[in-house]
């Protein structure tokens, strides 16, 4: 199907934060995961790892970046790219929700710094 209809709500919520799956393979894509992910301003940082590259880019509002031992901040239009392996930790900079658009190659899993690897289901 070349048009696959956005959903009418979050499909999943993790505490204060959304994350609505727009182009998965339960959803019809077959090679990329992309959703949208929406965090409630002063939700601290989920530090984590992956086995693929990810590429985020920021909507609305202002987010506190950690990408291994660099900090910067990114704001509206602005892409994080993190590569596989890395250490990230992203959380909404000020007092208005963080909104991002994700995307990583089907298959892709997250890795915690307690050693749990798990597919995203918002990915699956």
């Given at each position: 199907m070349p048009v696959i209809p956005a959903p009418a709500a979050p499909t999943h919520e993790l505490g204060p934060t959304r994350f609505t799956s727009?182009?998965?393979?339960?959803?019809?894509?077959?090679?990329?995961?992309v959703w949208q992910v929406e965090i409630a301003p002063g939700t601290p940082p989920t530090p984590h790892s992956l086995t693929s590259e990810e590429v985020f880019v920021v909507l609305d509002g202002m987010a506190t970046v950690r990408?291994?031992?660099?900090?910067?901040?990114?704001?509206?239009?602005?892409?994080?790219?993190?590569?596989?392996?890395?250490?990230?930790?992203?959380?909404?900079?000020?007092?208005?929700?963080?909104?991002?658009?994700?995307?990583?190659?089907?298959?892709?899993?997250?890795?915690t710094d307690d050693g749990a690897v798990f597919t995203p289901p918002w990915a699956e």
């Open positions: 727009l182009a998965t393979p339960s959803r019809g894509s077959t090679a990329s995961a990408l291994g031992d660099d900090d910067a901040t990114a704001g509206p239009g602005d892409a994080i790219a993190v590569p596989a392996g890395v250490r990230v930790a992203i959380a909404p900079a000020g007092d208005t929700a963080l909104r991002m658009l994700c995307c990583m190659p089907v298959g892709g899993q997250a890795c």
